[in-house]
């Protein structure tokens, strides 16, 4: 995280047990800030119709922009941070409510129907009292939540020191080439050691942690609309065909079809 980055302050509206009240939301811009890590008893969908959040969850790092939403079930740790100017639009679900959605955190491709429903619900004037219009929007918000399926977009992180600075590396160079035999060199062990250190702690190999993190950078600068070719270059690819081929392998689409589906 950014140490210049000011502390944003958690709202409330996490906090608020009531079942009269389904589903609560806000919006606002945030700018170079971050909220520090916390848990509230409401589940919570964080999106942005603009601008780049990261959020840590578990040892696991989300980015949400404006092609994806993030889920988050009650009373789980969690850290935000926003880049610059984000519009932020976020919901919050009461405990009564949460039975039939999921019970772990992920990001999800976000379809324009959820978004419409989460505007009209953050555009209710009362939160005291819910008409039985609102009530059946929030009946179909849930349902359309309960729908809901990962992306392959997440990157786990580490406590681990040893391979938490090789991490970290990684993430300051995101079109690094290096091999993993640079990187146990100058972090003192064997590539045998590093290799099983990712995938003991990380779940994954390194070439597969490093994929990883190249979507998830690719991603975020798809929804800051940034052109294919130079997201290609800029993360390390000598062409962009090898760029598009990388993504669609993994994600089952080309960078255009992504954001042409998130736009629908």
């Not at 909220?35 to 999106?47: D, G, K, T, V």
């Not at 969690?78 to 405990?95: E, G, R």
């Not at 609309?225 to 065909?241: M, N, P, R, W």
Request: aromatic content about 12%.
């Amino acid at each position: 995280m950014n140490n210049d980055n000011q502390t944003y302050k958690v709202v409330d509206f996490g906090f608020q047990i009531n079942s009269a009240l389904p589903v609560t939301g806000y919006t606002e811009t945030v700018t170079n800030a971050v909220c520090l890590s916390h848990s509230h008893p409401r589940a919570q969908l964080i999106y942005a119709t603009s601008g780049v959040m990261n959020v840590v969850v578990d040892n696991q790092i989300w980015v949400v922009n404006p092609l994806q939403g993030l889920w988050i079930p009650g009373n789980t740790e969690h850290q935000v941070s926003f880049q610059k100017d984000v519009k932020l639009y976020s919901v919050f679900i009461d405990p009564a409510f949460t039975a039939d959605l999921p019970t772990v955190s992920f990001s999800f491709d976000i379809s324009v129907f959820l978004k419409q429903l989460l505007f009209k619900i953050i555009s209710f004037e009362s939160i005291d009292v819910i008409t039985p219009s609102q009530k059946r929007i929030m009946d179909v918000f849930l349902d359309e939540m309960a729908l809901i399926e990962p992306s392959a977009t997440f990157l786990p992180t580490t406590n681990h020191l040893r391979l938490k600075n090789v991490v970290q590396l990684l993430l300051n160079d995101v079109a690094s080439r290096y091999t993993i035999d640079y990187y146990a060199e100058i972090s003192s062990m064997s590539s045998r050691t590093l290799s099983r250190l990712f995938i003991r702690e990380l779940g994954m190999n390194f070439s597969d942690w490093r994929i990883r993190l190249k979507l998830l950078e690719a991603i975020k600068r798809l929804g800051e609309k940034q052109s294919v070719k130079e997201i290609a270059f800029d993360l390390g690819y000598e062409t962009t065909s090898a760029f598009i081929f990388m993504f669609k392998k993994h994600l089952g689409k080309t960078p255009s079809t992504y954001i042409l589906e998130s736009n629908e």
